[in-house]
């Protein structure tokens, strides 16, 4: 007797993408494949009863069921084979050996390895990536060299939240938001994405909200404190039903930093919901706000680092109390309507807001206090559509627009002693307009060759008023910049079932930012935006039955009109174009599994280990009217390493080391000066258990920087003066340990 069909979808539940090939079975007696976008279905001969979920790559999942129901199952990754690990760069939807290109993807579990205070020691881990901090909430970033142009932030680089944008139309990016207690997972595109995601040589960064697990309903807290008053407490809900999840958190950090005039605190609630009312639609929103005050102590010469790294720069810095402080808030909302298996729509809506209270500045002639609020607002549209087109031919094809709107005031005063504002000096009013508009064609053929062909086509625009100088001296204006066509051609062929060789070439280009515009004296300048094209080829995948897996990529990126940060000598920022720079560098990882099986004490061990080697120089470039032609870009370590080993222990033991090798990197553009390699050491240990089955108790220990190297994170390139003040000493040997509460409903 059958009592009716069971239908649903299995997709990923980090990413929300399809499954494919999942097995469904139930009491072994009826065992089903979901199809190529997730779909399943079977006659039941029961009218309720269970299920099981099984797929390569992902955890296996029990579920109940009714006759006649529709199934939203979600399946986690197990983050231990690379070759079916899902990605969403690209908007493919795709396992990771079926896109070309440098991608790389950290789970949760390479969230969790280290210390979640700060994200920086996770996403260092990834090859041809270098995140660096004057402090806690104060940063910025490299991928693959584009670290000239950012003497602070994160620019050139796109980020979006669940595919929902967070750069603003002017280039910010709100890094301060991005906190290790609501992310679940962290894709990175590297080298130009301007086909799919407009402006930015750097990359992509596609965050991924937490997700609370099948059937879960918890509360939980957190503290960890540690060395040089560090102490961060947080509070989170995570709520599961049959038909979406709700995660809520709220954190509180402190430390009083190790130099003088380094203290930082945050006060930050984010809220992420995922739900699908039916079978045809999926709605998701996300809510992240924060307040941070990250002081800035200020860099020091050669001669300070050797006296005393953990100095202030000076006296200034501590009676003008310089310091970066911030509002944030970003809220996107996402609907997804699936009209047929081959049809679907993703639209999403944005908002964002920040204020900054900046006072600045090392002495009497360099100084200032910026007061900033910035408020945009924009809207994303994709549609999906596959086609089989011949019997060993299909194909999946994507085209939409992107449009933002953001209005920016920065206002200028004098810093007074105590960090106030004094007379005002600068005030301007930026509009910045920003749409794109793309397209994208990926063939299969004969279930080996993947061919992808893409193109967007991208506009921005500055409309600027200056409501303080008057005459010529007036900087009101327009810049509007001619739309940019970037295509994008990619092929990937798969040899064998777990491995997949690849390669691309791309046009690439970054336009200004708003502060990027302007001269010292706040004239709007001339500057034009980079452009280039970007070749690569690699390999990734896994061999011995996915236990070890590889990522192994080569590229060269030419760049024309390299956009790069400049002082002056009243230590003035300013920008120009650095004619023509070449990129050439290769990325590999590699991980291996070893499982212990029957082993009383350890379940498994995984070695791991990353490198990057980068060669970027100058190609046609006076800098100051010196031929810096040859030499190496500065800021760029040759050769980079990161590797560590993770063991897990059958009783809830576990033991993460994690060490970090940067080569020497030249200071300034003439190669003259240069800072030394370092290594950093880090190490956790922790201790995961149940005192019932309600209460979940995890308590843990680490270290950073165990052998106490003195080393600068992020260091003030191209520093001028007869003592170059390069160094902003990072923190020495540090402790943390915490406890983490969660109970089950």
């Known amino acids: 007797m059958l009592f009716g069909q069971v239908k649903g979808r299995v997709t990923d539940a980090a990413t929300g993408t ?59 990754p197990s983050g231990t084979i690379l070759s079916e690990v899902m990605v969403t760069g690209y908007q493919t939807g795709r396992k990771l050996i079926e896109n070309a290109g440098g991608i790389s993807v950290l789970n949760a579990e390479d969230i969790a390895r280290q210390s979640q205070v700060d994200i920086l020691p996770a996403l260092n881990t990834i090859p041809g990536l270098k995140m660096e901090a004057y402090n806690f909430g104060d940063y910025r970033m490299s991928i693959r060299g584009s670290l000239l142009r950012s003497p602070w932030s994160v620019r050139n680089v796109k980020m979006y939240w669940n595919d929902i944008p967070m750069t603003t139309a002017a280039g910010g990016n709100p890094i301060t938001l991005v906190d290790a207690a609501s992310l679940g997972s962290v894709e990175v595109l590297k080298g130009p994405a301007a086909s799919m995601y407009g402006a930015g040589t750097g990359g992509v960064l596609i965050f991924r909200s937490k997700r609370a697990a099948v059937g879960q309903r918890s509360v939980g807290t957190a503290f960890t404190a540690g060395s040089y008053g560090l102490y961060r407490a947080t509070a989170s809900a995570n709520i599961s039903t049959d038909n979406g999840s709700l995660v809520a958190n709220y954190i509180n950090q402190h430390s009083d930093g190790y130099r003088p005039q380094q203290a930082f605190d945050q006060r930050a609630i984010n809220v992420m919901g995922h739900f699908t009312p039916n079978s045809k639609q999926t709605l998701a929103f996300f809510m992240l706000h924060n307040r941070t005050g990250s002081q800035i102590a200020g860099g020091l010469t050669r001669e300070q680092v050797a006296e005393n790294p953990r100095q202030a720069a000076s006296e200034f810095n501590i009676l003008h109390n310089t310091s970066m402080n911030s509002t944030n808030t970003n809220v996107g909302v996402s609907h997804k309507y699936t009209w047929s298996s081959s049809f679907e729509n993703v639209t999403s809506v944005f908002t964002n807001y920040q204020f900054v209270d900046h006072p ?149 280009f970054a336009q200004p930012d708003n502060s990027e515009i302007f001269n010292p004296g706040g004239v709007i300048n001339d500057i034009r935006p980079e452009k280039g094209i970007n070749y690569e080829a690699g390999i990734r995948g896994t061999l011995a039955r996915g236990r070890f897996g590889f990522d192994i990529t080569a590229y060269s990126l030419q760049l024309t009109d390299e956009i790069v940060s400049r002082r002056d000598e009243s230590w003035q920022t300013f920008y120009s174009n650095a004619g023509k720079t070449s990129h050439r560098g290769v990325e590999a990882a590699f991980y291996y599994d070893w499982l212990l099986g029957l082993n009383p004490v350890i379940s498994r061990i995984r070695p791991w280990a990353n490198f990057t080697y980068n060669d970027f120089r100058f190609v046609e470039y006076l800098s100051n009217s010196i031929d810096v032609a040859g030499n190496d870009i500065p800021g760029i370590s040759p050769v980079v390493f990161a590797g560590g080993v993770d063991v897990r222990g059958t009783a809830g033991l576990y033991v993460n080391l994690v060490a970090y090798r940067y080569g020497r990197i030249f200071l300034n553009d003439t190669n003259e000066d240069t800072m030394a390699a370092y290594w950093l050491l880090n190490g956790k240990v922790g201790y995961a258990f149940r005192i019932s089955r309600r209460w979940l108790l995890d308590a843990h220990a680490g270290i950073e920087n165990a052998g106490n190297a003195v080393y600068t994170s992020l260091p003030n390139l191209n520093a001028t003066g007869p003592h170059p003040a390069y160094f902003n000493v990072s923190p020495g040997r540090t402790f943390h340990g915490g406890l983490s509460i969660n109970y089950s409903f």
């Open 18 to 76: 399809p499954v494919g090939n999942a097995t469904v079975s139930v009491a072994d007696s009826v065992r089903v494949l979901s199809d190529g976008t997730g779909y399943f279905g079977f006659e039941s001969s029961q009218e309720m009863g269970e299920l099981t979920v099984t797929c390569i790559g992902y955890e296996p999942i029990t579920v109940p069921y009714s006759a006649g129901q529709f199934l939203q199952v979600k399946v986690r």
């Open 360 to 508: 600045f500045g090392s002495g009497p002639s360099y100084n200032g206090y910026l007061r900033e609020n910035t408020f945009g607002y924009g809207a994303r549209t994709q549609f999906n559509y596959r086609a089989q087109l011949g019997r060993t031919i299909s194909g999946r094809f994507a085209f939409g627009a992107e449009a933002q709107r953001s209005f920016i005031s920065p206002k200028y005063y004098e810093n007074l002693e105590g960090g106030a504002p004094g007379e005002l000096y600068n005030d301007n009013e930026v509009v910045a307009l920003g749409h794109m508009y793309f397209a994208q064609a990926e063939l299969d053929i004969a279930e080996r060759l993947l061919i992808t062909l893409g193109a967007g086509l991208n506009a921005l625009s500055y409309d600027v008023t200056d409501l303080f100088k008057t005459g010529d001296a007036n900087a009101s204006g327009k810049r509007t910049f001619d739309p940019v066509f970037s295509p994008r051609l990619a092929a990937v062929y798969r040899i064998g079932e777990h491995v997949g060789a690849h390669a691309s070439i791309s046009y690439g």
